[in-house]
Nanobody
Framework: QVQLVESGGGSVQPGGSLRLSCVAS????????MGWYRQTPGGQREWIAA???????NYADFVKGRFTISRDTAKNTVYLQMDSLKPEDTGMYLC????????????????WGQGTQVTVSQ
């Protein structure tokens, strides 16, 4: 049973920083792309960033230059360093992982964590 567990959320003032972690456990197969999303207070789910197994990264425009995604493949862990936080960054941050069974294509077998709350306010 694959499980993803996020941690590191909390409350911070504008301009502050947080570092989120997401650990994937229970997988018998290789983990391909890992990514971060957020659920806004209005209920919208936004993609934030992704990192491939080889370390290639991609970011949403609204976090470029402020957030950094990284991963420790040996530990099945993905991180999100968030700097220069803004009130509009408030939301539930969720990670996902692409874990295809052997012989199956990547991009079709995603697992999700439950999320960690980030609140940015004065």
């Amino acid at each position: 049973q694959v499980q993803l567990v996020e941690s590191g959320g909390g409350s911070v003032q504008p301009g502050g920083s947080l570092r989120l972690s997401c650990v994937a456990s229970g997988s018998r197969f290789n983990i391909y792309t890992m990514g971060w999303y957020r659920q806004t207070p209005g209920g919208q789910r936004e993609w934030i960033a992704a990192i491939t197994r080889g370390g290639a990264t991609n970011y949403a425009d609204f976090v470029k230059g402020r957030f950094t995604i990284s991963r420790d493949t040996a530990k099945n862990t993905v991180y999100l360093q968030m700097d220069s936080l803004k009130p509009e960054d408030t939301g539930m941050y969720l990670c996902n992982a692409d874990i295809p069974p052997p012989g199956r294509p990547s991009g079709q077998f995603y697992y999700w964590g439950q999320g960690t709350q980030v609140t940015v306010s004065q």
